[in-house]
């Protein structure tokens, strides 16, 4: 069974501060990984798409990593800001028209 | 100049009632779905649409019914509503089936 698990649920940081979003996923077989950012009464937003050659792709403080041999992928948010709250999805395509949601991760920054 | 609306942004009914949500996108996308998330934010497909032909119905009660008069609009009709059908429906449009997911702002249902 395809699944998409996020961890951690939830995480508050300081302002400035750094962190780090996982994605683990046995979807299989694999066609691309996307982070989305989803604010509060708000659609989600894609931050960045990876395929299966990618190991790294940044979009401003957003640096996403991939890593297919062990399945697992993550988003490092750098020198956080308030409007980086928000939850933050993982979602992972299998080939043609299949696409699985993780569960998010809910980010709060604090001053 | 939004690029997938959908109306209403509320809707809070009586169960039992008939309701529809709208959904129109102005990408040019071929595809389009809808999507309900649930109290603990999980998203989860309802159904998907591809040049008006549906290709993806998962296990959704036959009370909803979406229909797509054109490529540009895909609209959800729920009928008999129940307390279990509260939660955010968004409808989302990408280009091609396995393209990036553009999302609208969601539809807040609560059945009271």
């Known amino acids: ?57 940044s979009n401003g403080r957003y640096t996403a990593t991939l890593d297919a041999d062990t399945k697992q992928s993550s988003l490092h948010i750098t020198a956080s800001q308030l409007s980086d709250s928000a939850s933050y999805i993982c979602v992972v395509s299998a080939g043609y028209q299949k696409v699985t949601f993780g569960t998010g991760t809910k980010l709060q920054v604090i001053p | 100049d939004t690029a997938v609306s959908q109306t209403p942004k509320y809707l809070v009914t009586q169960m039992g009632n008939d309701k529809s949500i709208k959904c129109e996108q102005n990408l040019g996308h071929d595809t389009m779905y809808w999507y309900k998330q649930d109290s603990k934010k999980f998203l989860k497909i309802m159904f998907s649409y591809n040049n008006k032909e549906l290709i993806i ?56």
Request: hydrophobic share 30%.
């Open chain 1, 1 to 57: 069974k395809n699944q998409v698990e996020q961890s951690p649920q939830s995480l508050i940081i300081l302002e400035g501060k750094n962190c780090t979003l996982q994605c683990n996923y046995t979807v299989s077989p694999f066609s691309n990984l996307r982070w989305y950012k989803q604010d509060t009464g708000r659609g989600p937003v894609s931050l960045t798409i990876m395929t299966f050659s990618e190991n790294t792709k």
């Open chain 2, 57 to 112: 119905n998962e296990t959704v009660p036959n009370r909803f019914s979406p229909k797509s008069p054109d490529k540009a609009h895909l609209n959800l009709h729920i009928n008999s509503l129940e307390l279990g059908d509260s939660a955010v429906y968004f409808c989302a449009s990408s280009l091609g089936r396995s393209g990036e997911l553009f999302f609208g702002e969601g539809s807040r249902l609560t059945v009271l």
